[in-house]
């Protein structure tokens, strides 16, 4: 199985700041990298597919990039809406393995 | 607009065959690239990917618990079905389906989800 390690795990963050979560692959998937937003009680929400492209109806203020082992996604300018628990995902090889995610808290 | 919907019992016993079906509406599986997958989430943790099935039948299982589960489409029900033999405690978890509209090019991205439904595994 691919391991997909996320860092941080946890984050404290204010309104405004810029934040970025870091998703390694413990081989390189290529651009097979898609990012989540999940909220308590709620199923996740794809923000972010192959690496860079932004899903319709998702804010402009989130963003991805890498490829290869190495992704980040990055929230420009936080909002209260976008405190939750934030999922990597590969698809390059089976089975789909998931980060263990990251919770972005409020400072 | 894509809903889906899980369904199935909440509580089974050890050993029993889990079976829980995802209804779906706002799109078909004569789509090219469409695909379904089951993904589970114990209680306060990770996701755990299980199983896809995509717009020509074929199908990819979790290697680990390949032995256990079978995924089928019923497109006259518009239903997805996910049977999983030989339960356990262990298997507590809310399931979800979900679904991809990127799977003709690999990228297995699930942008819409069903509410997910919570099965608990006891005697």
């Known amino acids: 199985d691919i391991q997909m390690t996320q860092s941080p795990s946890s984050l404290s963050a204010s309104v405004g700041d810029r934040v970025t979560i870091t998703c390694r692959a413990g081989?390189?998937?290529?651009?097979?990298l898609n990012w989540y937003q999940q909220k308590p009680g709620k199923a996740p929400n794809l923000l972010i597919y192959?690496?860079?492209s932004l899903e319709s109806g998702v804010p402009s203020r989130f963003s991805g990039s890498g490829s290869g082992t190495d992704f980040t996604l990055t929230i420009s300018s936080l909002q209260p809406e976008d405190f939750a628990t934030y999922y990597c995902q590969q698809s390059y090889d089976n089975p789909i393995t998931f980060g263990q995610g990251t919770r972005l808290e409020i400072k | 607009q894509i809903t889906l919907k899980e369904s199935g019992p909440t509580l089974v016993k050890p050993t029993q065959t889990l079976t829980l079906a995802c209804t779906f509406s706002?799109?078909?599986?004569?789509?090219?690239?469409?695909?379904v997958g089951w993904i589970r989430q114990p209680p306060g943790k990770a996701l755990e990917w299980l199983a896809l099935i995509y717009w020509n039948d074929d199908k990819r299982y979790r290697p680990s618990l390949k032995t256990r589960l079978t995924i089928i489409k019923d497109t006259s029900k518009n239903q997805v079905v996910l049977t999983m033999t030989n339960m356990d405690p262990v298997d507590t978890a809310t399931y979800y389906c979900a679904h991809s509209p990127y799977s003709g090019n690999y990228i297995d991205a699930f942008d819409v989800w069903g509410q997910g439904t919570m099965v608990t595994v006891s005697s």
């Open positions: 706002g799109f078909s599986f004569s789509t090219s690239g469409v695909s």
């Open positions: 192959a690496a860079s």
């Open positions: 081989q390189s998937i290529s651009n097979y």
